[in-house]
């Protein structure tokens, strides 16, 4: 049986794409056996985390697709642009939320849907609240899609970011079924309808077809890269795209990120930077006990899942004399309501698509 991605536009390493593959392989194996994954009962994202001083954080990790069955890429180990989406829209209208950030580790996905979930995260942050992505692992070619959306965007000196380019694969079966014994006769109405199938020989014609659509997917990644990284679309092709991979500052000597950071100096940035200045960490004299109460649910976010952790320049001098780290819990804010904020996202997303 083909695998369905193969005849997708993929925005991604060969890597992520042989195992967004096998992934898909394992579901449909499971799913003809009658295996199905009970749906869990999910009061929120399990892309979403949030700390006590009002930071957001969405994890995006593995192959991306635009499957928004949470459970199945839980298990899969892939992130649905769908989930992403919900992910922003939760953080972007919780009104104790004044920064997000993306915690991206994938080397990319799915063409399908990507454009307009980054277009969501830079609508958030050109009209909400700021937004960050950072990487200490891959933000490659849909990832870097994404990432490139926010306002800022950092990596660690041993991450790997870029690869902007589009590929696609074509699987032709046509002497296999002719060795089993197997003839497929194709009718068609309409001269270029499913010209690059997998039953018939590959034409000239159909590989056009696959370019073609390989080369509009392609432009509007280095047109999308360009517009939120503010360059021109020459430079952005030339010196940032092609499918080049860049690790540490190569990648931002050639403007895909803004500047070189580990998460704890990103996330100490932004709490100093763009947090309200009187939520603070309450230290106490003594020793350190073993769970820092950074994160909400003793670092996990209501699911389950283990979210990261990030110490302050603050913390880090407290436990090196010593101390206890307790998180104070956020104040009250005159913050708009939900409803408010919700409603601002919708009428920018409506404008938009107009």
Known sequence: MPRVTEEKVWAGTEASLHAALDAEEARA???????????????ASRLLAIDDAGVATISIKGPLTNDGDATWNEWLGMTGYPEIRDAMISAATDTSVQHIILDIDSGGGAVSGVDDTAKLIRLVHDNVKPVTAFTDGSMYSAAYWLGSSAGEVYASKAAGMG????????????EMLKEAGIGVTVVRAGKYKALANGVEKLTEEGKAQIQAGV?????????HVAEVRGKSYEFAGSVMAQGREFYGQAGADAGLVDGIKSFDQVMSDVKRNFVDPSIKSAYTSG??????????????NGMGMKVRKALSEQDIAALAAGATLEASQAPETDAQSEVEVAAQVAQVEGAEGA
């Open 163 to 174: 690869s902007i380019g589009v590929i696609a694969t074509h699987m032709e079966r046509s």
């Open 215 to 223: 080369d509009a997917a392609y432009k509007i990644f280095v047109g």
């Open 287 to 300: 020793k350190q006990t073993s769970g820092l109460r950074v994160e909400k649910d003793n670092g996990e």
């Open 29 to 43: 194996t499971r799913m003809a056996a009658g295996e199905r994954l009970g749906d869990k009962d999910r009061e």
